[in-house]
């Protein structure tokens, strides 16, 4: 089978040819229908510091944003059946430590990742644990089906921890638009944001947040973003701000834009540490500020299910681009430039 | 002035002139713009068992959704000024009991009602602790104002205790479509719900809550509504069911269509104790019953001010009658013909 | 081995060899250290009417609280090795509902009872899914080890899906001292409860309540328990009820000495439907009743390691009684005279 | 009357006398009875930088942790009579701002604070709002009923606006141990805390910290407390942090001693941007960082009652030192030389 792989540590990916793999207990073999790229493929392709450090063993092929058929199924495998049409859950949890065991694998302890710590997506085939499978409503086509990795974290983002109370009838600010956070704009909307605001330099991402369903865009290049939601707010600030940038100060922004009593929401990474105000504008207001990774095992599936099944939120604007995986290169590049939303690799077509 | 008061233990209310009151310590004189019917007002009217045990003092003016401009305000009063135009919380709390003093004043242990245990608004005036007003945004209407109270109680039922989370991409069903059911089929729409199913019997209702928004309307005169939601949930059951009949045999019913991990809430008001299969419906479900009354001080009332001020919620279907104060018996004898949904008196048009 | 087995439709149990089962896939054996006795088994011992009617094949083993050591291991068994100490979590889930997939195995809608629907542990050996094991903190003894699942209903009710706020600093009462009541009486005590109370007939258990924390002990053979636990809050009535007695009456009972706002969580599991008088002590009062089964899998088990291992609650007044296997009959009589806590058998001393 | 005035921008404050100050509309006169000495009192009498900015008006009586009796009452005063013993709540809220009408007065968008913004309680009398006033339990003494105001900044950390789940069966650590830490240890003891681990550097306050139920104390200034909390949580951290110390440095060790998935409470006041690694200590640990401020009005109140009154909670070790008004200069000597709890003037005795 094909494989873009990450043969050595530099820049760049081989399209090689290696074996079908087998799948192992509990798991099962899947032929990739759509892998979309995202940032964190970015980084590894560039072969980057955080790259470098964090990719222990090579060649591995990258690629965890994954949507595909089973084809085969290991031993141990009980519930899913060879033509079952799956999206991959990328946290392979262990669960038996304490924070799997309460419920929370996708922070747990012994957490590995797919295309990261083992072999991805970005191939005709992928090897999957069976519990790591989520069946794709057939309401939703195959392309649709390889964002639900991105698509959970902005919706996990929103429910934070099962609870979005303080999303309806909220003023809601999104910090970066990049798919997950067009994504987020569509949510918030979706359930009952009084006002989303989404704050982006880039103009072609602006366009998308708009298409998204942002009342109002700020381009930061332009104007002062904690003047402008400050403004849109009548003064009092948002109630939800959702950090998708990763940017330090952005993140410090965040905090100034933020109501009393309000929450801030962080799943962008920032690559150094970030310098903030914690006297006025976290501890004063009484802000909550919340750490985010990943999306809940398998309760924001169930959600996202709903989301995209019944058209409550519909992301095809997101998804600018489709490639097969020969124009690899070329759809890193369209990534790379901005110009672009969700870029997906299609091996099969 | 003029008020339609209760003069006497009989059903019926009598339209008589009495002096404008003024305003004591605390208090605002209202003029009155539109003052809407609500079904306790009904068993007022009637005199029936509960109105004849609960009414303690008469003569008495009725009606407590109210809204009007200030004309006059008593000493002791610091915000509100002549010519605000405001609406009446009709739960008069004592400030002082435990539960006013850890933010529930809509259960405070001294409660008094507007219209039921002092003078209420179906006059020319009223008078209402400044405590007790809200000012309008001035993008609703008069008579929308009028309603903050009842859309208040579907706001409240829906955000339960100020969590949404299991509203939004959940099955909702709202039993009985009354003006508070028909409000919230149009909140549950508004803070995404999934889907959500109306059941009620009459028919005028009926076309009233799909107009609201319900996609699915059950007529539980023609089939089973239990029945009815489980196959429209696959089985599962509604994860939200919201009781607004107060009708004991529908409270059974809503246990039964109800979710394993559901949550259903009871606003509406059986006459007679209410029996209930807890084991298999309940205890073995895990599902929440939450009692829901009047609406939080002021949070919901934040909070219905950016659903009817945006237009998240329309509910001007659910507005099907107007009628000026001396005709009263008529808006009355409409409201309880059930070809209606909310009727509002408007004294001084 | 030796297994107390129910081998036809009538009252008792039957002490029978049969072979030793084989662990399949997924399984291990345990050898049984101590099983104790719950009131389901008094249920199924002396084939009642819900007996009859729940279980499903006959000859079966029944117990399911049961603690010993694993001897053996099945094919796809990962984690736990022989040798291991555990505690068997016995509800057996399919892992794979929408109930299980968003963190509620314990509602699981396919769930199997240990005893009830297969075989159970008053026996030699027991089979049971890996997964359903709990490795026993070294801190607790075997008796105790083989309590987790009581003492796990009684954490999982105070607990309330993960929130303990409504215990701290409030009063707390419980309606029926039978094992798990009592336990409930230690971990509100442990969890800062401001004062509990005990509502209790038998003599027997009022004194174990008293050992085990309660400030007061109602008699409701003696006094009005309502009045009392009114008259012990200042007339507000108990932030928290505890209903461990499944009998329809007393339920009636906890809502009415409930405070306004409070939460009454119902465990104890009543043969026939329950009449309540919802507006007033259910909606007026903006009261929560809350449905409670089995426990959290595994965060109640993290909680209880906690409680039991540090010595936060000493359930040891609750165990009262010990016997071998041969002396079933014995054990069962000491059960149903109420002259006894917790019965434990121990099938190899 | 006789106050501690600071009357001009320099170090220090005077004796002066002045007249007793008339009760306005809604207001009390107390005699102070106690009035204990808080850091940010010390700020004023050293006038830093900080003061500086801060302190609008001189001459200004400072003090704002204060109980004492009613000994007059101004017009529109209606619940709190003359010999009322009362504590004051120093965070005077404008009741009409959004935060206040959704009953989070104590971060009320125009808050004023006794002895800061206006004349505190170093004096014979002060004048306070009647809603500002809380009755004291008849079971607290008067000095320990001073210091209601930092007692309840620790009880409002701990109680996370509502929500004690997370401290009950969990490792806490309380990050400096000044008074409000003190207090904090001796309640996350109250309400289940698994195991509390103090870190504080002063010997003094070591002690105190062991006597208020401390596990472990851990001294900084000899050991790397992140080591030595996660050696004491088996590695994987504290599920609750609570920082009181306000140094930068701290709380960046604040989130990598806390667990994945766990809780950091802000309540210390850093002076200057405090620098964190978001990334892997907050959003990859899907932590939540509370800034806390003030107290729940008048919810922790209510807690603080129940805590002090009922012995679940002895604050008296912290309370090492009392002083007559006269020896207010020695007072502030004792409390700066970090060889004290807390510090209480006694202007009648």
Redesign the interface.
């Given at each position: 089978m094909r494989a873009r792989r990450k043969t050595g540590p530099t820049a760049g990916a081989t399209l090689v040819e290696i074996p079908v793999p087998r799948p192992g207990?509990?798991e099962v073999l899947i032929e990739v229908a759509a892998a979309s790229i995202c940032g964190t493929d970015l980084h590894i392709y560039r072969w980057d510091r955080w790259a470098a450090g964090r990719i222990q063993t090579l060649p591995m092929t990258f690629g965890h944003e994954v949507a595909g058929t089973v084809v085969a199924t290991g031993?141990?495998v009980h519930?899913i059946e060879r033509g079952a049409f799956v999206s991959a859950e990328g946290h392979l949890f262990c669960?038996?430590c304490?924070?799997c065991?309460?419920?929370?694998m996708?922070?747990c302890?012994n957490l590995r990742i797919l295309g990261v710590d083992l072999d991805g997506g970005f191939a005709d085939y992928v090897i999957l644990p069976e519990?790591n499978t989520w069946e794709v409503d057939p309401r939703i086509p195959p392309d649709v089906a390889s964002i639900h990795d991105p698509f959970g974290n902005a919706v996990h983002t929103i429910?934070n921890g099962?609870?979005?109370?303080d999303v309806?009838?909220s003023a809601v600010v999104v910090l970066g638009c990049g798919p997950i956070g067009l994504f987020a704009v569509g949510v918030a909307r979706?359930?009952?944001a009084?006002?989303v605001v989404a704050v982006e330099p880039n103009e072609y991402r602006q366009d998308l947040a708009k298409r998204m369903g942002a009342d109002l865009v700020v381009d930061p290049s332009k104007e002062d973003p904690v003047a402008a939601v400050l403004e849109a707010t009548g003064g009092?600030g948002a109630e939800v701000v959702l950090e998708m940038s990763g940017v330090g100060e952005v993140?410090a922004q965040g905090t100034r834009m933020l109501a009393?009593?309000g929450r801030m929401s962080?799943?962008g990474?920032?690559?150094d540490?970030?310098?903030?105000?914690?006297?006025d504008q976290?501890?004063?207001?009484?802000?909550?500020?919340?750490?985010?990774?990943g999306r809940?095992?398998?309760?924001t599936?169930?959600?996202m299910t709903?989301?995209l099944a019944?058209g409550?939120v519909d992301v095809t604007p997101v998804i600018t681009h489709r490639f097969p995986l020969e124009r690899f290169e070329e759809a890193f590049d369209v990534m790379a430039s901005g110009r672009s939303g969700k870029v997906i690799l299609l091996p099969h077509t």
């Open positions: 207990p509990g031993p141990e519930h669960g038996f304490r924070l065991r309460s419920g929370r996708h922070i302890e519990r429910f099962g609870d979005t109370s309806a009838t979706a359930v009952g009084r006002q009092h993140i009393r009593g962080l799943l990474l920032p690559s540490p970030v310098t903030l105000d914690l006297t976290v501890i004063f207001k009484e802000a909550r500020i919340l750490g985010v990774t809940e095992i398998f309760r599936w169930q959600q709903t989301l019944t409550m």
